[in-house]
């Protein structure tokens, strides 16, 4: 049934997805603490901790089916208690007396926990891929642009000719070093958590580290060195990932939404019949894909201060800031594979107007070439009085809205160590690119690794 006073469903495409909503819902937060129970039981019944029919017991109904989410939420309000009332509710499910055997030696946070770095693992395993898709659209089309000239912008001003296939290649780059900050952080974060009251396992006896090895086997986690109840780092570390990987996807999305401005017009979202742009204007096209990737970086960004402001725990556990940290990890996994899908559509079908690149290149009536006639003229002259004459012939040429070209002709140092060929050459986009191809054709091989790789 629809909640009109509970609902922000109309928007939820912007900032999450269908997949992220239930990973991240009450149900699978739920039957991920019922596995870490049930997982639990299994290997303290095999310890001869707990009777073995109490643990076929728990696991039998350690569904999340069986659980009324209306007698949890009264349990939860009663109790003021975040876990105690799904321990109670196992004695309205449980056979007999097996439900005292649930929760055996372990402290609520242990369960909670361990569940929340299953939950992000599900997650991580949904939007990592969606991750390389990005990249490896990414680098391809750096190398199938390798050879399309545009201006280069510095400062946001026309700087010096470069090619589409670099810009992509920036890009690129960018992805892969998130694609390899979130492979390397793996081990770190998917670390169970099962060390008693304070750490030490002492509610275990001489079991302990058995239990919890076998505990973390059971449910596919690392084994902590230690109880990291009071030590969030490798969860903040992760938020933080996945902000500078939304600040990226923020950062194409700033990208295609200046260049698709109509002065400048050389990128375009893609636009169908259907999609309409403003309820006053009919001819706009806004760039509303790529407006959506800047301001979820944004969101991504204030998570990450977030959950730094709640590094700081005292002594051996700290619950304080738990609220806080379970909130702000779950959206930025949301907001991340919100933006994720959204590059994805927005770069694959990304309009490229090479026309108005051209034009763009011709501009400033070939002051943008001044660089590659300073240096050529500095040979003979020097780099520091070269910079001055051209500086000079530059700002003249923009006063008087002059090509650069007719005021080189005119000068007599300029003209006395270079030919009127060499200007054209010099004034040629093509000759002046540097390496541009090399990086974008870099950013494709390094791809082509990966994936060879990563089969």
């Known amino acids: 049934m629809y909640d009109k006073y509970n609902s922000f469903t109309l928007f939820e495409k912007d900032v999450s997805t269908e997949k992220m909503r239930e990973i991240f819902s009450d149900y699978n937060q739920i039957q991920k603490q019922m596995d870490c129970e049930a997982a639990l039981s299994r290997v303290e019944a095999a310890l001869g901790l707990i009777p073995k029919e109490a643990a076929v017991e728990i696991n039998n109904k350690s569904s999340a089916d069986n659980i009324s989410i209306d007698k949890l939420k009264q349990k939860i309000h009663i109790t003021g208690h975040p876990f105690l009332a799904l321990i109670t509710l196992y004695k309205e499910i449980c056979e007999g007396n097996t439900a005292q055997y649930v ?60 090619t589409l296939g670099y810009k992509y290649s920036i890009w690129g780059f960018e992805l892969r070093r998130s694609i390899d900050r979130l492979h390397e952080i793996k081990d770190r974060l998917f670390v169970g958590e099962l060390a ?3 750490g030490t396992l002492a509610s275990f006896g001489d079991l302990g580290l ?32 996945l902000a500078i990987l939304g600040s990226t996807l923020g950062k194409i999305g700033s990208e ?44 991504l960004r204030s998570y990450a201060t977030a959950i730094l402001n709640s590094q700081e725990h005292e002594h051996e556990r700290d619950p304080r800031s738990l609220s806080v940290e379970y909130h702000v990890v779950g959206e930025s996994c949301k907001v991340i594979h919100a933006s994720l899908e959204k590059a994805i559509v927005l770069l694959s079908k990304l309009l490229i107007n090479e026309d108005n690149m051209r034009r763009n290149i011709n501009k400033l009536h070939g002051l943008i070439f001044s660089e590659a006639i300073m240096l050529a003229i500095g040979k003979k002259v020097g780099r520091q009085n ?33 030919s009127l060929q060499e200007i054209d050459d010099l004034m040629n986009p093509e000759n002046y690119l540097g390496k541009s191809s090399v990086f974008a054709e870099r950013i494709k091989e390094q791809k082509d690794v990966y994936f060879s790789q990563n089969k």
């Open 256 to 299: 295609v939404y200046a260049l698709q401005k109509s002065e400048i017009a050389e990128l375009q979202e893609f636009f169908s019949k259907e999609n309409i742009g403003s309820s006053t204007m009919p001819h706009k096209r806004n760039p509303f894909q790529a407006m959506q990737l800047s301001s979820n970086a944004k969101l």
């Open 103 to 162: 929760h055996w030696g372990a402290t609520s946070q242990d369960i909670m926990d361990t569940a929340f770095i299953l939950q992000l693992k599900e997650a991580y395993e949904v939007f990592f891929p969606r991750i390389e898709e990005l990249y490896k659209i990414v680098a391809e089309k750096a190398h199938e642009f390798r050879n399309v000239i545009m201006v280069g912008r510095t400062n946001g001003q026309h700087a010096v000719p470069i």
């Open 386 to 418: 070269a910079h001055e004459i051209i500086h000079e012939l530059a700002m003249e040429a923009i006063d008087k809205q002059m090509p650069l070209k007719d005021l080189l002709k005119e000068n007599e140092v300029v003209m006395s160590n270079i």
């Open 196 to 198: 008693g009251a304070v």
């Open 210 to 241: 058995e239990i919890q090895q076998g505990f973390c086997n059971e449910l596919g986690l690392n084994v902590p060195p230690v109880a990291w109840f009071a030590s969030r780092d490798v969860i903040a570390e992760f938020v933080n990932n």
